[in-house]
């Protein structure tokens, strides 16, 4: 069972979901436990908590926007997916990044946001391999799932049943999309 939820734009959950994307993206300098530039994320096993207050459809490229909603959180959800984290990189650069334009949904001005805020602090590319799970968790929205953050403590009750859940991916595919991110990276 699953405890604990990433809160993230719910277009980029339903790309996870899809098989169309398979990294996040996050910035580096924040509860790095590990010690300054040694990201990892604090749950590499978590469902997938769709948010809509945040998203910018300005800042999805073109053949996804228009399935981006900005609506208010809605009184109840539906968990009906699951990450688990492989892989976690250091971006090297911003040429680096721009060679995976083909790997991503997200428009360069909302790249150039990631990378020039906080820019003492790296970027990382998070590999996450997405699960959709066989029963979806309907939950109420509690106070305490509400607001900006990435990590939501699901209650008792809420929690996600992870078992037997299908891939989004089958592991061939999926390995040799992050060896092909790896490469790009490599190479920028």
């Known amino acids: 069972m699953l405890d604990v939820a990433l809160k993230e734009w719910a277009i980029v959950c339903d790309l996870l979901l899809e098989g169309r994307l398979a990294f996040l993206l996050r ?3 924040i509860h790095e436990s590990g010690g300054p530039g040694v990201f990892a994320l604090e749950h590499p096993r978590f469902a997938l908590f769709p948010s809509w207050a945040h998203q910018k459809p300005q800042m999805i490229k073109e053949a996804y926007r228009e399935r981006v909603e900005v609506l208010a959180e809605p009184d109840e959800l539906a968990l009906i997916g699951m990450g688990v984290a492989t892989k976690v990189w250091r971006v090297p650069s911003r040429q680096a990044f721009d060679n995976l334009e083909a790997f991503h949904p997200w428009t360069r001005e909302q790249i150039d946001m990631r990378f020039n805020y906080k820019p003492q602090n790296p970027l990382y590319l998070v590999a996450v391999r997405a699960y959709r799970l066989t029963v979806p968790r309907e939950i109420r929205m509690n106070p305490e799932y509400a607001g ?41």
Do not use: Q
Not at 169 to 179: C, F, K, L
């Open 27 to 29: 910035k580096g300098g």
């Open 148 to 188: 900006c953050k990435s990590w939501v403590p699901l209650r008792p009750g809420d929690e996600a049943d992870d078992r037997n859940a299908t891939p989004a991916i089958e592991h061939d595919a999926y390995e040799r999309t992050v060896e092909r991110i790896d490469e790009s990276l490599r190479g920028g």
